[in-house]
């Protein structure tokens, strides 16, 4: 079935270090989503990206769909701590085509 | 407005014990979902109702059962609770399948 898969699973930066955490799919997604799940917190819906080759900024944030629509990255510049938590993709699939989720990327930082 | 909310938010029961999870939305969202996350896990879709009147299982369905008793509310319902159902539960809805969800806080359940 289809796999989304993200990443690294951990990283450790220090604080103001930039942060990068990949997404690829084994499909072509019609879609893509990101999410942030604060620690002990329920995941917060971040970004849509829709269009081949689409780059959306939020502030701090980055965030790209691949050309192939398989893969997408978040990309995050000068750390600060209030950035620790579990950045998640996720993309239409699954038999009715509710959302896949990646297993997410922890990130932590150190003041 | 609250989102989505989800009740308990912390259970503990005994093995073959029986409990339900409510959850409520407020958004008019049409689709409501049941996930639960365990470490290492990642999020794994219960079941889904892809709008009112309708329900499917998910990835992870066996032990569970689920009622939209409305367009507002989704509960997952635990006949006979095992250990291996110990995870946190989260609620969540979007205005159409697969459309941005709004998650609930969650509901921390562990089975001793």
């Known amino acids: 079935g289809q796999q989304v898969m993200q990443i690294p699973q951990y990283q450790h930066v220090q604080e103001g270090e930039d942060f990068t955490t990949y997404c690829n799919s084994s499909t072509t997604l019609s879609n893509i989503q990101w999410y942030k799940q604060r620690p002990g917190g329920h995941p917060v819906f971040l970004i849509q990206?829709?269009?081949?080759?689409e780059v959306k900024k939020q502030k701090r944030l980055t965030f790209q769909f691949g050309e192939a629509k398989k893969n997408s990255s978040l990309h995050i510049t000068a750390t600060q701590t209030t950035d620790v938590g579990t950045y998640f993709c996720?993309?239409?699939?699954?038999?009715?085509?509710?959302?896949?989720f990646g297993k997410g990327t922890k990130l932590s930082v150190k003041p | 407005n609250a989102g989505v909310t989800q009740t308990p938010k912390f259970q503990v029961l005994k093995t073959g014990q029986s409990m339900t999870l409510q959850c409520a939305q407020d958004?008019?969202?049409?689709?409501m979902y049941w996930y639960r996350q365990d470490p290492g896990m990642g999020l794994r879709l219960i079941y889904y109702?892809?709008?009112?009147?309708?329900?499917d299982k998910g990835e992870v369905p066996n032990g569970y059962n689920v009622s939209r008793l409305n367009k507002r509310e989704f509960s997952l319902r635990l006949e006979s609770a095992a250990p291996s159902q110990t995870s946190v539960y989260f609620c969540?809805?979007?205005?159409?399948?697969?459309?941005?969800?709004?998650f609930g806080s969650g509901t921390r359940l562990t089975v001793v």
């Open positions: 109702s892809a709008s009112e009147g309708t329900t």
């Open positions: 990206l829709v269009k081949s080759g």
């Open positions: 958004m008019n969202h049409n689709s």
């Open positions: 996720a993309g239409p699939g699954g038999s009715q085509g509710n959302l896949i």
């Open positions: 969540a809805s979007s205005e159409y399948l697969a459309y941005g969800y709004t």
